[in-house]
């Protein structure tokens, strides 16, 4: 039943958004007791001070990401939210598809750029968004637009949005908050060093210690975007499934797809945390190389072949 | 102590006939509402028809024969009754529609018209709504109608009067079912 797999995507994002702040809070704390323990010379004190501090920061940002995070993508990527009259034709498809889906309307945003791109963000379908590059809207059919806001409204309908979000701004600030790790364990080495004549012991533990949080504040963030990639890989073929589950008409994705894959123009408003919510990666050069398990994006001949099958 | 688990399983099985009845009262709900989206979509083409007939007839005007056919297949839409002759009357409106749209493209300065452009916009879009209003009766219908004949539904489905609701026959019938899609 094609009913079901979307419900049973609809749980495993809720549940994924729900293990995704876990872990985001225990990695924080994590980091937090090994830097504390770092910057306190070995102090478990204030290690624990750090941790605890740091895990009630992971909340406060989930909270931040889960209630703010898809207007602060909308605003990183430069989006401005477009009225029924700018255009009738964008508005009239949305909506159709929203019929098909018994979904609400989302708002619907633009972005000045040649480049062709789109992407959906928000936390459920009540508080949805999605957004079209001005390069993309002009070049795109009837039915390939549909085919294109489909494959947007089914991120919408299946809560990949509320993950990609979440996982777009935790990701961004656990990479950004390891680099401040990192560089202020090159800035404050010399203070350290200058510690060890006090306490022999403390000295061995710290090195211990350094070498252990210098691995994690390394590894963190590229396990964090492993895990990232290898699922929204997944969730780029459910949406083309899903898109045509609500427009019953494989050929305008697939040909859309086909306009995209010609597009080579990068998107200067799109960085590394929000490129995983645009239906291509909007970083061409990173389509060459889709193979790798570092892509976000599965490669579009093989998204076009899956469509075409549908067709028989 | 043996009538404290009776007791404790008669609590169980009515929680669970109470959960049972409100999935199936919610299914139901939601069956009805799609029904009535269609009944708003197919309105919002009887009442964009008027508007595009007096738009064709002053670029057209004597393709008089095409014109009347679509004022005769909406009025014969309004009056239609039952939903096998509902349906049957729908079905000519769209081919008297699609005519009219195809005649058209023979007078460039109708197509250049801003109005027609925006009015045949709007058709496309409607008739686009009412096909997906319809696909997605089906889809909550069809949801609906499992739920009501799978144990253990099935016996407060009978016992409270929950009846299957019925298919909207499409005129293609490979668009009845939604696509069986396996990634």
Known sequence: MAGETYHDQIARNKRNSILLIGVFMVLFAGLGLLIGMVWGGGSSRFGIIVAVAAGALAFVLTLLSYYAGPAALLAMSQAHELKREQDPQLFNVVEELCLAGGLPMPRIYIIDDTAMNAFATGRDPRHAAVAITTGLRTRLNRDELQGVMAHELSHVRHYDILYATLMAVMVGVLVMLCDVFLRSMWYGGSRRRSSRGRDQGGGALQIVLLVIALVLAIVAPILAKIIHMALSRQREYLADAGSVELTRNPSGLASALAKLSGDTEVLEVANRATAPLYIIHPIKKFEARATSIFSTHPPIEDRIKRLMALMQ | ?183
């Open chain 2, 1 to 183: 102590m043996a009538w404290v688990i009776v007791l404790g399983v008669l609590v169980l099985l009515l929680l669970l006939a109470i959960y049972t009845y409100n999935t199936l009262v919610t299914k139901r709900v939601r069956c009805r509402g799609a029904w009535s989206q269609i009944d708003v979509q197919l309105k919002r083409r009887y009442d964009l028809i008027p508007n595009l007939v007096e738009t064709v007839k002053g670029y057209a005007s004597h393709e008089k024969e095409t014109l009347e056919r679509v004022i005769q297949a909406r009025n014969q839409a309004i009056a239609a009754q039952g939903v096998a002759k509902q349906a049957e009357a729908e079905n000519m409106l769209s081919g008297a529609l699609r005519q009219l749209f195809a005649l058209s493209e023979a007078y460039p300065n109708l197509k250049a018209n801003e109005n027609f452009a925006q009015l045949q916009e709007e058709l496309t879009s409607t008739e686009n709504r009412i096909s997906f209003a319809r696909q997605h009766y089906n889809d909550v219908t069809a949801g609906y109608n499992t739920a009501c004949q799978t144990f253990p539904n099935n016996l407060l489905a009978g016992m409270f009067g929950f009846k299957l609701e019925e298919f909207f026959e499409l005129e293609e019938p490979e668009m009845r079912e939604a696509p069986k899609v396996k990634f």
